[in-house]
T-cell receptor, first 113, second 115 residues
Framework: AQSVTQLGSHVSVSEGALVLLRCNYS??????LFWYVQYPNQGLQLLLK??????LVKGINGFEAEFKKSETSFHLTKPSAHMSDAAEYFC???????????FGQGTRLTINP | GAVVSQHPSWVICKSGTSVKIECRSL??????MFWYRQFPKQSLMLMAT?????????EQGVEKDKFLINHASLTLSTLTVTSAHPEDSSFYIC???????????FGPGTRLTVL
């Protein structure tokens, strides 16, 4: 079975600062990993995904994530935070051939002016 | 591409009535759709997997007779909350799985309030 742990339920950064949201996974087979963003009262929007190709994945809105098998991590980063990045971020895992996602508990990102 | 819509976006109903929520994949076909429930400040809780042309698969603890799911076509799944009660008030989100990208795409959610 797969699982995901997001370290830090709440992360606060200043506008222009580096954003780092942590995600560690557990899977007995090669995983597919996803980051989704949720704005208030909205559904989830796909930011980026890893499906066993390049380990550094670039997504929308300037975000990227690096798959590190040795650390079982898939942390999300953005070099310079913008006020519009304030939202809830979810990391999720699945495996090839399985459509069901396992979500982390989410990390709320706050951007300080 | 990969747009999923939900209707209605919000609904208020009286206790004891039934409410239907629609989930549509607008630009791709989805043999599998998922229904989630989200409580305030929490992650998504998978309720059921909706399979086109067959019965839905419910997660443990989800009452299948209360949350009726129909996946009548490759672009439409519906969730009907029967005999709704205030404790059913929640944010319901659907997703559709696109096999071409191995990815779930989510709808905008439906806010249900039962009075």
């Amino acid at each position: 079975a797969q699982s995901v742990t997001q370290l830090g339920s709440h992360v606060s950064v200043s506008e222009g600062a580096l954003v780092l949201l942590r995600c560690n996974y557990s899977s007995s087979v090669p995983p597919y990993l996803f980051w989704y963003v949720q704005y208030p009262n909205q559904g989830l929007q796909l930011l980026l995904k890893y499906t066993s190709a390049a380990t550094l994945v670039k997504g929308i809105n300037g975000f990227e994530a690096e798959f590190k098998k040795s650390e079982t991590s898939f942390h999300l980063t953005k070099p310079s935070a913008h006020m519009s990045d304030a939202a809830e971020y979810f990391c999720a895992v699945t495996i090839q051939g399985a459509q069901k996602l396992v979500f982390g508990q989410g990390t709320r990102l706050t951007i300080n002016p | 591409g990969a747009v999923v819509s939900q209707h209605p976006s919000w609904v208020i109903c009286k206790s004891g009535t039934s409410v239907k929520i629609e989930c549509r994949s607008l630009d791709f076909q989805a043999t599998t759709m998922f229904w989630y429930r989200q409580f305030p400040k929490q992650s998504l809780m998978l309720m059921a997997t909706s399979n086109e042309g067959s019965k839905a698969t419910y997660e443990q603890g989800v009452e299948k007779d209360k949350f009726l799911i129909n996946h009548a076509s490759l672009t439409l799944s519906t969730l009907t909350v029967t005999s709704a009660h205030p404790e059913d008030s929640s944010f319901y989100i659907c997703s559709a799985f696109w096999t071409s990208t191995d990815t779930q795409y989510f709808g905008p959610g439906t806010r249900l309030t039962v009075l």
